[in-house]
């Protein structure tokens, strides 16, 4: 089955960037549309942007544009999500999330808590 | 931008009692890409329903979703201890592929 891997927390100050990675098992990445969604310590779910497959391009919230990257290395099945100019409100546990069969979100990484913090 | 709005904000109800929540869309959602979630502290979200009334695979059948255009409802028929938690709608049919802001399901 499908298996999403992320890289562990960080700590950044502000100002700073961070990347998080997201590795793919049991499917290449090829096959799967890639998103990013984001949830602030007792908040909601927010979605960052993804690979929309009938435009074959990503798509980033309007909310971030300019400031975050989405990119993926498929000789490593691994994606990418790099935000920068980091600000104290940026802190948050950070998912990749793809579907299978579906264009909803039933795979999940485990999320990556980033911090920002002086 | 579709903007999803969730209610009721927290839903206070015993194991055993039937939960109906909320999901309205500020537009049409097209082809009923409309999708709800579970989420428990500590965790990723799960997802329970897709394409409005789809259940995803391992999703007990007391959860149900029902709706088109932009009305829809989660409902679970009897909870069980584990369904107490946070629920989220969501639409994918269209970009940016927002949230609703999450309905609340606590033990009375």
């Known amino acids: ?13 502000p100002g700073a960037s961070v990347k998080v990675s997201c590795k793919v098992s049991g499917y290449t990445l090829t096959e799967l549309s890639m998103h990013w969604v984001r949830q602030a310590p007792g908040k909601g779910l927010e979605w960052m942007g993804g690979f929309d497959p009938e435009d074959g391009e990503t798509i980033y919230a309007q909310k971030f544009q300019g400031r975050v990257t989405m990119t993926e290395d498929t000789s490593t099945d691994t994606a990418y999500m790099e935000l920068s100019s980091l600000r104290s409100e940026d802190t948050a546990v950070y998912y990749c999330a793809t579907g299978l069969g579906v264009r909803a979100f039933d795979i999940w990484g485990q999320g990556t808590m980033v911090t920002v913090s002086s | 931008e579709i903007v999803l709005t969730q209610s009721p904000g927290t839903l206070s109800l ?22 709800w979630y579970q989420q428990k502290p500590g965790q990723a979200p799960r997802l329970l329903i897709y394409g ?55 033990i009375k």
């Open chain 2, 14 to 35: 015993s194991p055993g009692e039937r939960a109906t929540l909320s999901c309205r869309a500020s537009q049409s959602v097209s082809s009923s890409y409309l999708a």
């Open chain 1, 1 to 13: 089955q499908v298996q999403l891997v992320q890289s562990g927390a960080e700590v950044k100050k």
């Open chain 2, 52 to 106: 409005a009334s789809s259940r995803a695979t391992g999703i007990p059948d007391r959860f149900s979703g029902s709706g088109s255009g932009t009305d829809f409802t989660l409902t679970i028929s009897r909870l069980e201890p584990e369904d107490f938690a946070v629920y989220y709608c969501q639409q994918y049919g269209s970009s940016p592929r927002g949230f609703g802001q999450g309905t609340k399901v606590e």
